[in-house]
């Protein structure tokens, strides 16, 4: 078969990557959602499996994706418009809901303009092809999402146009701005919001304050962009993300419509020069087909959810559950990074007590997500707990039990 010799070469590549303990397990399908009743909240079904799973891995911080008001609003966009858009944007692929959408959430975050991706790693690689240039200068985070990563390799950033400051080391980034080399004509600070296997945030104003006195030395000025994917809906005290939470503003803000809003897709949003410069430069929005009908008109009422009072109770709910779920790993006497950001980090330090703590809370009918060695460095594996709106008293209280039953 024509075939066979490439899939020789992959099996073997794939294989490799199992040595290296770096191979993805098969996934886990889910074949069932109940609707929370009494005092507990959703659970799953999993295919092979007999008992009924919490997510605890979840983006869907306010639990929206199984709202009435959402699945009326997408089932109704489809029935008048359709399953498709047809087209990219500029073929008449756009609809009045990308408009609204785009629209709506500029206004959340204040801006002038804003477009919509398939998703938030679609929107980073189109913003890097937006403003990268040979005479582009990029600083980045240590530990900056994989799509920012790819998104600079994608645009062609050579090594000498970037530059990474160790997490949240504040004096490395005046390093890196110090260094940037001559002839550089725009820098561009790129970094997460809210870092999603830790749940420590970027400290914008800090970012901020030490970026200012570099704006005027670049023809083509500096910028700051934030990836707040895991903050914006979940984060500060009307869910505006990690701007809110620090009291300062990017330049230009990437986020996604797929967690804390609990549907999907991505998004841009900054002046109204850089959002055009999107639209006309950003292949990942130009020649893909947009997110259809359904996800927007989902993803608006989304919006007018969290800016309801409907929304502040499930802020609200999600800070007391995240408070409990603290305290107790607290008082068992596990390790976390501190923070009021519904991911949860269990500090494990141990690659074999990792692995089986995530089985003992499978077997105890809790979802979580484990980082062991070579994924992360030794002495820093981890499980990542996150909490949401839709997780009840009891449902913290049983991940809690279980936590204190585990005896590896
Ligand atoms: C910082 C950051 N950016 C982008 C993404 C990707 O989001 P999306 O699923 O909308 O592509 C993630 C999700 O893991 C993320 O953490």
Redesign the pocket.
């Known amino acids: 078969m024509s075939l066979d010799k490439l899939n020789a070469a992959l099996t073997t590549e794939i294989k490799a990557l199992q040595r290296e303990g770096r191979a993805k397990d098969p996934e886990r399908v889910i074949t069932g959602y109940l609707e929370p009743e009494g005092d507990r909240g959703p659970r799953y079904r999993l295919q092979g499996a007999d008992q009924l799973f919490i997510r605890m891995n979840s983006?869907s911080y306010l639990s929206l994706s199984n709202h009435p008001k959402l699945l009326e609003a997408a089932d109704r966009a489809t029935r008048e418009f359709g399953v498709g858009p047809g087209a990219v944007r500029f073929i008449d692929g756009t609809f009045k809901h990308h408009i609204e959408l785009e629209n709506r959430i500029a206004a959340f975050l204040g801006r002038p303009a804003a477009r919509i991706f398939?998703?938030?790693?679609?929107?980073?690689l189109g913003l890097a092809m937006t403003l990268g240039s040979p005479e582009t200068y990029w600083i980045g985070d240590q530990l900056?999402?994989?799509?920012?990563i790819r998104a600079m390799r994608i645009a062609g950033v050579p090594k000498e146009n970037k530059a990474i400051f160790a997490h949240n080391d504040m004096d490395e980034l005046g390093r890196c701005l110090d260094n940037v080399p001559a002839g550089i004509k725009r820098v561009v600070v790129i970094f997460?919001?809210?870092?999603?296997m830790r749940g420590d945030n970027a400290p914008l104003d800090e970012i901020v304050r030490r970026c200012e006195p570099y704006r005027d030395r670049f023809p083509e000025g500096l910028v700051t962009v934030i990836?707040?994917?895991?903050g914006i809906g979940a984060y500060g005290a009307s869910g505006r993300g990690t701007e809110e939470f620090t009291g300062a503003r990017a330049d230009i803000v990437?986020g996604?419509?797929?967690?804390a809003f609990g549907v999907?897709?991505?998004f841009i949003a900054s002046s109204a020069e850089v959002v055009e410069a999107v639209r006309q430069k950003a292949d990942t929005y130009i020649y893909t087909n947009p997110l259809g009908v359904a996800d927007c008109a989902a993803a608006l009422v989304a919006l007018d959810i969290a800016d309801s009072p409907e929304g502040a109770r499930r802020l609200a709910h999600l800070k007391d559950r995240i408070a409990q779920f603290r305290s107790g790993i607290e008082r068992l006497g596990w390790e976390s990074i501190p923070g009021p950001h519904p991911v949860v980090p269990l500090l494990v330090r141990d690659t074999a007590r990792t692995r089986a703590l995530v089985r003992h809370f499978y077997d105890n009918g809790v979802l979580v997500v484990g980082l062991a060695y070579p994924v992360v460095p030794r002495g820093d594996e981890t499980i990542r707990f996150q909490i949401n709106a839709a997780h009840t008293e009891a449902d913290v209280d049983q991940a809690l039990a279980a936590l204190e039953s585990f005896t590896g």
């Open positions: 983006n398939n998703s938030a790693y679609t929107a980073n900056n999402h994989n799509s920012i997460d919001g809210i870092f999603s990836d707040d994917s895991h990437v996604t419509f797929g967690k999907n897709g991505g």
